[in-house]
């Protein structure tokens, strides 16, 4: 066992050797799903020889490396990390359980890991800081991700060797049931079972960003193109500059924070408690908007005190009941509804169980509303009113979706003043303690989010599986589940009112202006912004044919394709990588590839993240689990195979 960087070679197969594996990709969904197939064989493993090649460190990989800026955080709070599972998890796999991110810092801590050390002073004085409600810095995770590939290397059972090759996988060739896996730097390995468990990656410019990327050539104009926030050249963005920002969500928080903060300004907490910012100079003057013209919603730091959270309505009777008719489920027509409703059964539970003082009536009284109302919006925004007399503790989906609905402002102060009083009341719906209804939603959306995956991929529509599953619903989610921490808003809102930051409104709309520059305006307020500079602030789009990431390519026009569903309806590919429900890749022709498997955001698989909350059940150590069984379970045959081999050769 061994976690060094490994030699590679493609010598010829010695019939006597251990069988070996090669991962493709070394970050958290790789280590994770080796933790799961070591789990799987226990003690009685066959003989393996593990290696994963990645040119990042294993277990943090590219997105959590330690080289990147110490602004940036994760948007989870530390007690809500996890690698590991717990006896929550419904897997047919052991639970092997271990340390959140919080139980790991108080291990290292309290000298019992003594094994473990962390040589960078800033990085190690978190550590000493850190509590359960803290939002870490990703250099934080890297080193709990790389003590969780360590820890994960030795205990491997015997005969099983584990290496880090680092490189990178620029191509694959099959030998028969043999893989020649090439590296970049000339080396190959090969292997009896592959593994692709790449993470995210970037993609070649296509479609509006190519047309962007060659307008500011032409026309001297700056422009910065989806990307990874840290991975970004912001350097092109000069002091004092104009700078159209399109996207508030947390590559766009993540960028803001590089921008202001990490240009020298700083932030300081008046006496009276708000937060002021003290400009550096060096920062670009933002112009921010987007679809909704807001920011994700806060993360919640309040806790439910009411009845329980429980599903009311997407139930796993109300999706036998969507799976037992003969038409395909529809994401729009069929489960989006009873999601709405869902969230609103979520936020009113907790309202009236939790905080009976700020209602009039009883929650069995509201609940006949409910029943009578919930799929209702505009009678139970009639209906609210007379049980509910604060409107900050009213809901509805569409009020949380679009909160300024149909608001049109009539000047640019009143926008600015509409957005920064927006951000402070969900600061307030979402840190205090009497709006704990904010925790309940997220529950109640997770929990939404985890019934899904009782949906066979097969049944979902077309539309649904391309468009409204992975884009209109995973967008929703993110804006309401996974926002920026609070004090990330907080800092905005400082940086709106030291005239660092100012918001474009709603369905914002970007042109080029070939005398001017970029012209961005919104519909719903007055006049235009000019700028030289423009950056599309969120994630590079899927899209395997095209991805920059040689080896995935390679996947979609070689070895297996990207999926391609139609129906009477709809017809369409959102560019991931076939896989059944196993994670084994589907060849061109449609046949299973049973030697090889694919897993994480590239694939047709639910996307499900890697690391995940302790005790949910999560969808993503479920997802891992089951693909590390057909793992163990393709090994195990192959044990029987080369021992006919060698009795034959004998």
């Not at 796993?316 to 609103?344: H, N, S």
């Not at 029943?371 to 049980?387: C, G, I, Q, T």
């Not at 402002?409 to 719906?429: G, K, N, P, S």
């Not at 084994?584 to 909350?613: C, H, Q, Y």
Request: charged share 25%.
């Amino acid at each position: 066992m061994t976690g060094d960087r490994a030699m590679t070679d493609a010598a010829p197969r010695d019939v006597d050797a251990p069988q070996r594996v090669v991962f493709v990709g070394a970050g958290p969904r790789a280590v994770m799903l080796l933790e799961r197939l070591l789990a799987r064989f226990g003690e009685d493993a066959p003989p393996l020889d593990v290696r994963l090649v990645d040119p990042h460190p294993p277990g943090a990989g590219r997105i959590w490396r330690r080289d990147q800026s110490a602004l940036l955080k994760l948007n989870s709070m530390a007690q809500d990390v996890t690698v590991f599972t717990d006896d929550t998890c419904t897997i047919d796999g052991p639970v092997r359980p271990g340390p959140s991110l919080i139980e790991w810092a108080e291990l290292v801590r309290d000298g019992r890991l003594p094994e473990f050390g962390i040589d960078d002073p800033q990085v190690s004085d978190e550590l000493w800081a850190l509590q359960g409600e803290s939002f870490p810095t990703r250099r934080l995770q890297s080193h709990y991700l790389d003590w969780f590939w360590r820890s994960t290397v030795e205990a491997a059972p015997a005969g099983v060797t584990v290496q880090w090759v680092e490189d990178t996988v620029v191509g694959v060739r099959d030998e028969g049931e043999e893989h020649v896996v090439s590296l970049a730097s000339g080396d190959q390995v090969s292997a009896d079972l592959l593994v692709y468990a790449l993470g995210h990656t970037s993609r070649e410019p296509a479609g509006q960003t190519a047309s962007l990327i060659e307008a500011a050539a032409r026309d001297g104009l700056t422009y910065v193109a989806p990307a990874f926030t840290a991975d970004a050249d912001l350097s092109v963005l000069a002091p004092g500059q104009d700078v159209i920002v399109r996207g508030m969500g947390l590559a766009a928080v993540d960028l803001v924070v590089l921008l202001a903060e990490g240009r020298g300004g700083r932030f300081v907490r008046e006496v009276d408690g708000s937060l002021r910012y003290e400009p550096s100079g060096a920062e670009p003057r933002l112009h921010i908007g987007s679809r909704r013209g807001v920011p994700y919603r806060s993360k919640v730091s309040s806790v439910s005190q009411g009845d329980p959270p429980r599903l009311e309505v997407l139930t796993k009777q109300a999706i036998a009941r969507l799976l037992a008719r003969p038409a395909p489920v529809d994401f729009a027509g069929d489960v989006w509804p009873l999601i709405a409703q869902e969230l609103t059964w979520g936020h009113y539970r907790e309202l009236f169980t939790g905080h009976p003082e700020r209602v009039v009536g009883s929650w069995t009284e509201f609940r006949e509303v409910l029943r009578a109302h919930a799929a209702d919006v505009v009678a139970l925004r009639s209906a609210v009113e007379r049980f509910v007399p604060d409107p900050l503790d009213r809901f509805d989906v569409p009020a949380l979706d679009r909160p300024f609905g149909e608001e049109v402002f009539a000047t640019d102060d009143e926008l600015q003043e509409r957005v920064r009083r927006h951000i402070a009341e969900d600061l307030a719906l979402r840190t205090e303690q009497e709006r704990s209804s904010s925790h309940a939603l997220f529950i109640a959306i997770l929990l939404s989010f985890m019934s899904l995956a009782d949906v066979p991929p097969e049944r979902w529509s077309a539309r649904s599986r391309i468009v409204d599953l992975p884009v209109t619903w995973h967008t929703f989610f993110s804006y309401v589940a996974s926002g920026p921490p609070a004090h990330r808003l907080d800092e905005l809102l400082a940086l709106a009112r030291a005239g660092i930051v100012r918001f474009l409104g709603p369905d914002v709309e970007v042109r080029i202006d070939p005398e001017r520059g970029y012209v961005a305006s919104s519909p719903r307020a007055p006049g235009e912004t000019v700028a030289r500079a423009l950056v599309d602030a969120w994630l590079p789009g899927s899209g395997a044919a095209v991805s920059d990431n040689a080896a995935l390519r390679e996947i979609a026009t070689t070895h297996g394709r990207e999926l391609w569903v139609a129906d009477a309806a709809f017809e369409g590919s959102l560019g991931r990588i076939e896989v059944d429900v196993e994670g084994r890749l589907i060849a061109p022709d449609g046949s299973v590839k049973a030697g090889v498997f694919g897993i994480g955001p590239f694939t047709s698989s639910t996307e499900a993240g890697a690391f995940t909350r302790p005790r949910s059940d999560s969808l993503s150590l479920r997802q891992t689990d089951r693909v590390a069984g057909a793992i163990a379970a393709r090994l195990r045959s192959g044990v029987g195979a080369v021992a006919g081999s060698r009795l034959a050769l004998r």
